[in-house]
């Protein structure tokens, strides 16, 4: 449909980007389910068709009312998205103007000007994603490959188009390696080169993270940052942003030390463990494991700045209170419920961040408590109290926390244990 409304208006109509990689990729077609469609209006002769990828847009709405159409009037480009479709399924179409892209200075957003399919090509980001698919007749079906991205598909390469790429765009350095890690490809010498040199020339620095950030650069950093550190494959990711010096895009001094890289995969283990659901949002965590390691105290700041959400900013905050709090009070505990008693104040996500920054001993009391001791439940409730004849008030608490702590401390187990413990 969008072709054939393309071609009425005398519009070329191309597919682009990351469904042509992952389409010429694929060993099975139908099994291949793209969620996420790039398309380029190209071929117009008016300057008023500037807005040509926004009109089909509107246009392709008007066929299927039950998309939901968004416009991004200052980039030219517009997205229909069906969300939980019948027919569609959860489809996101992207549709813009074929641009080229002028950068005033580096790490600003583009800003954008009408220009044919191969300029719009040429701004990209990797040879494999700057192939096109024609979906316009004549030359309906052609590949349009014009920097050797089928070469590199081939020899699996990420390589980039023009040396100043990573200048122009940090966030590429993150996408380069989750595309390496995620299709099993290699990031090309030279291409590495040009990263290590965008780094070392301080490409990071104008995201001054912990000062005054670029806003729309941020959004984009923590969008590849949650992308990275979510993925089954966030490992190998993580290393490779490291060895490549990356990780100096959140601070200066970050570096994935022997320390931090166990602390990381101990924090990611125990959540498997403890939150098997994902209900704290495991990358968050990760990340804030990487802030929490930074020196100055400016992860908090960095947090901030990358906006995230509240719970994990005051987790941030209050970590190195909780950290001497627990560090000097769980030694004196020597009973199981000594330790309950002092851990329940404390939130899942902080006793681990705590544990894998503390001793053995310390990390090994806070996993017994996790793990095992704060699921134990006293063998009676306050109903069995009624029936037993206690009268209902504020008495059923301590009597409650005191069966509790004597469950803990193995000193009762079944009901019976507790109807004597309470009857002595
Ligand atoms: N792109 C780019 N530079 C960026 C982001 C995107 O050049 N910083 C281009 C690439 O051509 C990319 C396309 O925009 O293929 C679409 O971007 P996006 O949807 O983010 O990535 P995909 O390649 O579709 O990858 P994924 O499968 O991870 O969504």
Known sequence: KAAQEAQQRGWHLYLVGGAVRDLLLAENHESLLLQDIDLVVDGFHRSADVGAGVELAARLREIYPQARLSVHGEFQTAALLWHKDPEFGSLWVDIATARTE????????PEVEASSIRQDLYRRDFTINALAVRLTSPKEGELLDFFGG???????????????????DPTRIYR??????????????????????????????????????????????????????????????????????????????????????????????????????????????????????IESSEGVKIATNLQLPKDSLERLEQLKT????????????????????????????SLILVAIRSSINI?????????????????????????????PGPQYREILDELLAATLDGKIGTREEAERFLQD
Not at 102 to 109: E, I, L, V
Not at 154 to 163: D, K, M, P, Y
Not at 195 to 210: N, T
């Open 102 to 109: 002028f950068y005033p200075y580096p790490a600003a957003n």
């Open 150 to 168: 089928m070469l590199d598909l081939r020899s699996r390469q990420i390589r980039v188009l023009h040396a100043n790429s990573f200048i122009e």
């Open 176 to 293: 380069a390696v989750r595309f390496a890690v995620r299709l099993g490809f290699e990031i090309e010498p030279q291409t590495e080169e040009y990263i290590r040199y965008a780094i070392e020339s301080g490409v990071y620095d104008r995201l001054k993270l912990e000062n005054h950030p670029a806003p729309a650069l941020t959004t984009r950093l923590k969008a590849e940052l949650h992308y990275i550190l979510e993925a089954d494959y966030w490992k190998p990711a993580l290393r490779l942003l490291a060895d490549l010096g990356a990780l100096r895009c959140l601070h200066p001094t970050l570096v994935l030390d022997k320390k931090l890289w166990w602390q990381i995969r101990c924090v990611s283990r125990w959540l498997r463990w403890l939150d098997p659901e994902n209900l704290l949002h495991h990358w968050l965590i990760r990340l804030e494991v990487l802030l929490s390691a």
């Open 322 to 349: 909780i950290e001497r709090e627990v560090n000097s009070a769980l030694p004196k505990c020597d009973r199981p419920s000594e330790v309950v008693n002092l851990l329940r104040q404390y939130k899942l996500a």
């Open 363 to 391: 990390r090994r009391t806070i996993w017994h408590y996790l793990a095992r001791w704060s699921q134990v439940r006293s063998p009676l409730d306050g109903n069995d109290l009624k029936a037993m004849g206690y009268k």
